[in-house]
């Protein structure tokens, strides 16, 4: 940040969360909703959809469109990550695990515990049906694939200031330079001086950089 | 006061060099963790057109593919439908039109029909219903499930969930509910006719319900199975069935609330227009098809009155595949959507090819 302070500006004219970014994200929470919706129920509403010829009911196309809008919203909230921790990964992953794991647990427990009696024997029934596994990889590739493109065009043809540094560092990354930042964007001093022994305070850089690096110092008012 | 601020590992959160004011005071600073000062090792991924390219065209190979073979399999499947509602005067069911819950004679219509094709594989009867709402809030509601699964104080104090359908003439009803009280009754069978003679088609009525359904859900009060009556001692019939529920069948291990039409029945669809598992039809040998193609006979006992509302009756047979039945809706989504994703890398082609090599060098605006 201290290398470009202009990224400041940023937060301070709420590049990232004003009112179109909302308004966007909420055009595309519908036509993800009409997508997570009507799928599913125009490929179940021929009632066959097992095997031996049984019939599903109105919670199984409940619990496969429940399952698929889980898998879609970790994966949006997984695509609007810029930096993947692993508790990132364990939201990410995990949520979907933990659906999973609920919906087996509470499709078994009546008549044992009195509660969802509606729910029995559907995380079996839903996972056996053929054309849940079907729609498992069309449904939310389906949602998702406008996002993507979006991003990776936003991305090629208008990078902002933020998308560009962040480029700047993987590159010099792989470049096997010895600046190298963590998470938050900031120098990690200790571990370069660990790994390379160079002198913190004025690490090589590449030649683009606006003005030399600025020592770390901080001025904690008195 | 300025102080400097060095990132040696200081894993006891002590400043180096400067006493805290007040002494012994423990320092306030957050500890030098990973977590706590967000270094945390991350993976940044950065979304360009040249990076997601692969995987967009990738996705658009595979799902053509898959949809066109899902479309073809589903094209496959035999399925011959026929609507005898009756409506029309020249419908052989026309005379069972009004029929109501209560005639004391069965009113039975036979409908001839052919099928040009033979069903190969197994054959599943079905029977359908349109414009029959059991998505509706209260109907869903209607039923009392701790009856169903045979709990003896349940049976003669039905929830009241079941109202208006809990009580008739004074004693509780088994089952309760608006679900239960609207069971569809109609039968069906099935002839082949074959030079003026009628053979019967074995039509079979186990393995319709959900083995968890049939096992677990729905069960009998305990006691001797061997005497339903007595089982169900107390109770009454519901008020629009023509017989109760301990006479749905002369087989103990398909009567009382393990009847498997009844389980079929009380799982309520999700659409107006449904079909529920009526039979199965067995293949014979492997030689011979299920169902020949040729001259079939539908005898109907037109039991279940649907024209008050507009609704609508059929019967359906259906082959099934190895993903289900008959249903175009999945393989064209997935053309659909994988020529969208082939069409959407082409543009991240075009975009790549005119943006993506420009100079990254961080211009940094004044």
């Not at chain 1, 599913?40 to 509403?45: D, G, I």
């Not at chain 1, 079907?134 to 200031?161: N, S």
């Not at chain 2, 079979?204 to 089982?231: E, Q």
């Not at chain 2, 009844?262 to 799982?267: E, G, H, L, P």
Request: hydrophobic share 35%.
């Amino acid at each position: 940040m201290l290398r470009f302070p202009q990224l400041y500006k940023i937060t301070q004219n709420a590049d990232g969360f004003n009112t179109r970014v909302f308004w966007g994200h909420c055009i595309n929470a519908l036509i993800h909703s009409i997508i997570l919706f009507w799928f599913p129920l125009k490929v179940l509403e021929h009632d066959a959809v097992f095997t031996n010829g049984q019939g599903p009911d109105y919670l199984f196309v409940g619990n496969i469109v429940y399952t698929y809008v889980v898998i879609t919203v970790c994966l949006k909230a997984g695509l609007e990550t810029t930096a993947w921790t692993k508790f990132s990964h364990l939201a990410v992953w995990g949520s979907m695990l933990l659906w999973l794991v609920f919906f087996g647990v509470y499709s078994a427990i009546w008549p044992t515990i009195p509660i969802a009696p509606d729910m029995l024997g559907q995380a079996g029934m839903v996972l056996r049906c053929g054309y849940f596994w079907l729609g498992l990889i069309l449904v939310p590739t389906a949602c998702l694939v406008k996002d993507v493109a979006w991003r990776a065009a936003k991305h090629t043809y208008h990078k902002t200031l933020l998308e560009q540094v962040q480029e700047l560092e993987t590159k010099s990354k792989e470049l096997g330079k010895t600046m190298l930042r963590d998470s938050n964007g900031k120098r990690f001093t200790s571990f370069s001086k660990r790994l390379h022994g160079d002198d913190v305070r004025n690490p090589p850089g590449p030649p683009f950089q606006p003005q030399p690096p600025t020592p770390c110092i901080f001025f904690s008012p008195s | 006061m300025a102080v400097n601020y060095n990132a040696k590992e200081e894993a006891d959160g002590h400043p180096s060099g400067v006493g805290a004011p007040g002494g012994a005071g423990k320092s306030r600073k957050p500890d030098n963790t990973a977590f706590k000062q967000q270094r945390l090792p991350a993976w940044q991924p950065i979304l360009t057109a040249g990076t997601v390219l692969p995987a967009f065209f990738i996705i658009g190979l595979i799902f053509i593919p898959i949809g066109i073979g899902i479309f073809v399999t589903s094209n496959n499947i035999r399925e011959y439908e026929i609507d005898y509602t009756g409506t029309d005067s020249y419908s052989p069911c026309n005379k069972c039109l009004n029929v109501s819950w209560n005639s004391t004679s069965p009113c039975t219509c036979t409908i001839n029909f052919t099928l040009d094709q033979p069903f190969e594989t197994n054959v599943f009867m079905y029977y359908g219903l349109s414009n029959f709402y059991q998505n509706h809030r209260r109907y869903v509601k209607s039923r009392d499930d701790s009856q169903l699964n045979g709990d003896n104080s349940s049976l003669l104090n039905p929830s009241k969930e079941c109202e208006p359908y809990s009580t008739s003439e004074g004693k509780p009803i088994a089952p309760c509910g608006a679900i239960a009280n609207s069971m569809f009754n109609d039968t069906l069978e099935l002839f082949r006719i074959d030079n003026e003679t009628r053979i019967p088609i074995t039509l079979n009525k186990k393995g319709i319900a959900w083995w968890t359904d049939k096992n677990v859900k729905f069960r009998n009060p305990s006691g001797n199975t061997n005497n339903l009556t007595a089982l169900f001692q107390g109770t009454t019939k519901p008020v629009n069935w023509p017989k109760p529920v301990y006479m749905l069948d002369s087989e103990t291990d398909n009567n009382g609330f393990i009847n498997e039409d009844f389980i079929v029945w009380m799982r309520t669809a999700a659409l107006p227009t449904f079909r529920k598992l009526y039979r199965l039809i067995e293949r014979e040998n492997n030689l011979q098809p299920t169902l020949q193609a040729g001259k079939y006979s539908l005898d109907i006992t037109y039991n279940y009155p649907v024209h008050s509302f507009d609704g609508r009756k059929r019967m359906i047979l259906s082959t099934i595949s190895w993903m289900g039945g008959k249903n175009p809706f999945l393989g064209i989504a997935y053309i659909t959507v994988g020529s969208i994703c082939f069409f959407l890398g082409v543009v991240l082609l075009v975009i790549h090819h005119k943006y993506g090599n420009r100079n990254t060098s961080a211009d940094i605006p004044n």
